[in-house]
Every structure is written in structure tokens, then in C-alpha cells.
């Protein structure tokens, strides 16, 4: 079945620390994206790529990094200098062809900075 | 850009009771409106869309309208049961336009049994 894989579902950060979540779909959709959720908030948009090897900042890229070097996988890092990581982070991916669009979530990974 | 706002934030109904979901959005190019639904822990579901040549969708207990004039759309759940409890977020695209769909807030459905 397709669908989209985030790894690890927990993370735990030391400060200081980078990290990386995974984030893998095997649906042939073109543009991947990254969410951050906070408890009682919506969804804010980390950064987003169209195409592979092109990438943009959403509204809230700041201490995050990502790189698309094949179709099925946006990897998203959480620098050091994200002073706040500690959240729910949701991948998503899309496709906008002709009458086939849609929009699919992962299952979402949990960072907590210990 | 596009703004969708949803309401209400929270919704508390009675197991059997009807729940109603709204959203406004501003953008009039916006020609596909999906809802999703999100358990604690978990990833936003997609339970049903609409597209803007339609005025009405139904699966089951769960039907979405929508107004292109007013530009609003809406979620019906009927016969709610505990297992509808979850936050639900509606959101706006552009077909063939942007890549990126607006959001709502979201609204926190609670059944109580």
C-alpha cells in the first residue's frame, strides 16, 4: 500500500544537539512538505519542495534545514538554533496533476529536547 | 494570499447528536476544500473533500456543503458517536495553482457518551 513513513514516532534532543526526522512516501507525489503542531495549535508550514532539488522556506523555517535529493524522501533537521523544537512534526505530501490531487499526512513524529 | 477561518474552536455534543464545522475563505480561486481529522498522536486523516463544482458530498454520516457565492464550506457529522472525538481541519487549495493548501485552526470535537 502507498503511503507516507515518518521515523523515528519519539525523539529525544539533547541541547545543542542537531537532529534529523525522516519522512519517506512511496505515493509518486511530486511536492513534500514540513508541519510543526504545537499542543492546541494549527498547522505551521517548516518548508516545503516541489521538485527534487528545490526546496522553499514556509512561514516558520528558522533553525530548521531540509534537502530533497530524491522524489520519495524530505528529510527535515532540527538545528541548534531552533531555541523551541519541542513539538509534533508533521510530513505531508501532494500531488496538483489534472484531477488527482490530494493531500497525505504521515503518522507524525514527537521531538522532545531533554 | 488565501485565509480560511474555522469555527468553532471547540464543539462538545451528546453521543447521537449532530456537529457542524464552518470555514470561510477569501480566496475565490480556491476550487478544492478538503477536511481532515486528527486523533490524539496521530496524523490528519483525510475524511472528505469537495470540489467547487459540486454543492454537496455525503459518505455515510458525514456530508460536506458548500457555498461559492458566500464562500464557506461545512462539515455535518450526524449521529455522533465517541469515536468522532478528535480535532478536525479544513483547508482551501487552488487546483493546478499553488502546491500549498490553507488550513483552519482546527475544532476540537468531544462526544460524550
Known amino acids: 500500500d502507498g503511503g507516507i513513513t515518518q521515523s523515528p514516532k519519539y525523539l529525544f534532543r539533547k541541547e545543542g544537539q542537531n537532529v534529523t526526522l525522516s519522512c519517506e512516501q512511496n505515493?509518486?507525489?511530486?511536492?513534500m512538505y514540513w508541519y510543526r503542531q504545537d499542543p492546541g495549535q494549527g498547522l505551521r508550514l517548516i518548508y516545503y519542495?516541489?521538485?527534487?532539488?528545490?526546496?522553499q522556506k514556509g512561514d516558520i523555517a528558522e533553525g530548521y534545514s531540509v534537502s530533497r535529493e530524491k522524489k520519495e524522501s524530505f528529510p527535515l533537521t532540527v538545528t541548534s538554533a531552533q531555541k523551541n523544537p519541542t513539538a509534533f512534526y508533521l510530513c505531508?505530501?501532494?500531488?496538483?496533476?489534472?484531477?488527482?490531487?490530494?493531500?497525505?499526512f504521515g503518522s507524525g513524529t514527537r521531538l522532545t529536547v531533554v | 494570499g488565501e485565509n480560511v477561518e474555522q469555527h468553532p474552536s471547540t464543539l462538545s455534543v451528546q453521543e447521537g447528536d449532530s456537529a457542524v464545522i464552518k470555514c470561510t475563505y477569501s480566496?475565490?480561486?480556491?476550487?478544492?476544500f478538503p477536511w481532515y481529522k486528527q486523533e490524539l498522536g496521530k496524523g490528519p486523516q483525510l475524511i472528505i473533500d469537495?470540489?467547487?463544482?459540486?454543492g454537496e458530498k455525503k459518505d455515510q454520516r458525514i456530508a460536506v456543503t458548500l457555498n461559492k457565492t458566500a464562500k464557506h464550506f461545512s462539515l455535518h457529522i450526524t449521529e455522533t458517536q465517541p469515536e468522532d472525538s478528535a480535532v478536525y481541519f479544513c483547508?482551501?487549495?487552488?487546483?493546478?495553482?499553488?502546491?500549498?493548501?490553507?488550513f483552519g485552526r482546527g475544532t476540537s470535537l468531544i462526544v460524550h457518551p
Open positions: 480566496d475565490s480561486a480556491s476550487n478544492y
Open positions: 519542495s516541489q521538485i527534487v532539488n528545490d526546496f
Open positions: 505515493l509518486n507525489h511530486d511536492a
Open positions: 469537495i470540489r467547487s463544482n459540486v
Open positions: 483547508a482551501a487549495w487552488v487546483s493546478g495553482g499553488s502546491y500549498i493548501p490553507t
Open positions: 505531508a505530501s501532494s500531488t496538483n496533476r489534472g484531477a488527482n490531487y490530494g493531500y497525505t
